[in-house]
T-cell receptor, first 113, second 114 residues
Framework: GENVEQHPSTLSVQEGDSAVIKCTYS??????FPWYKQELGKRPQLIID?????GEKKDQRIAVTLNKTAKHFSLHITETQPEDSAVYFC????????????FGPGTSLSVIP | NAGVMQNPRHLVRRRGQEARLRCSPM?????VYWYRQLPEEGLKFMVY????????ESGMPKERFSAEFPKEGPSILRIQQVVRGDSAAYFC????????????FGEGSWLTVV
């Protein structure tokens, strides 16, 4: 089955700096890669996703890149703000077979004012 | 359009009791997923269901845990004879055919076993 790894497990950045979180996946059939943000005591919320037919997607300060050959995908947050502090989870699944969504272990991001 | 609804939000059970967690998917969604999250840990897949069918239960513990998604009514995750190690947040998520595999989470049910 699919296995998703995520690095780093914790990340501290100064407000205004960029943050990068990297993930790898094992199943070459995976073609859908969402990212979720979870604040303490809250539910995970989808912040951006990418499908295998594109290599990069941007939404304001957030961007995601995908390298299918290397089975890598990354989340980039620019101009970080204190409210970006949360745990971020990457995930992978196979869209065509409606396979289950498998999550990475998470990255705890702290943005220091 | 209401989101994924879970109840109860918080549940306290004594060791050996049963816990029942309920999940109503978003309107129009026919796929339900249950994930478990231990304190300060990640989201572990438990089970994936469609109406009246268990599609994938590879993440479910072999004993004491069961899940269903009947034709009418919410999906239910049932934990029998709870133990302290069952204490966790249980998140339900749903998706529809039209959303591909985009899943939307409920607020979670926090189970505490005392």
């Amino acid at each position: 089955g699919e296995n998703v790894e995520q690095h780093p497990s914790t990340l501290s950045v100064q407000e205004g700096d960029s943050a990068v979180i990297k993930c790898t996946y094992s199943d070459s059939a995976s073609n859908y890669f969402p990212w979720y943000k979870q604040e303490l005591g809250k539910r995970p919320q989808l912040i951006i996703d990418i499908r295998s037919n594109v290599g990069e997607k941007k939404d304001q300060r957030i961007a995601v890149t995908l390298n299918k050959t290397a089975k890598h995908f990354s989340l980039h947050i620019t101009e970080t703000q204190p409210e970006d502090s949360a745990v971020y989870f990457c995930a992978a699944s196979s869209e065509t077979s409606y396979d289950k969504v498998i999550f990475g272990p998470g990255t705890s991001l702290s943005v220091i004012p | 359009n209401a989101g994924v609804m879970q109840n109860p939000r918080h549940l306290v059970r004594r060791r050996g009791q049963e816990a029942r967690l309920r999940c109503s998917p978003m309107k129009g969604h026919s796929h339900v997923y249950w994930y478990r999250q231990l304190p300060e840990e990640g989201l572990k897949f438990m089970v994936y269901l469609q109406k009246e069918n268990i599609i994938d239960e590879s993440g479910m513990p072999k004993e004491r845990f069961s899940a269903e998604f009947p034709k009418e009514g919410p999906s239910i995750l049932r934990i029998q004879q709870v133990v302290r190690g069952d204490s966790a947040a249980y998140f339900c998520a749903s998706s529809s055919q039209n959303s591909g595999n985009t899943i939307y989470f409920g607020e979670g049910s926090w189970l505490t076993v005392v």
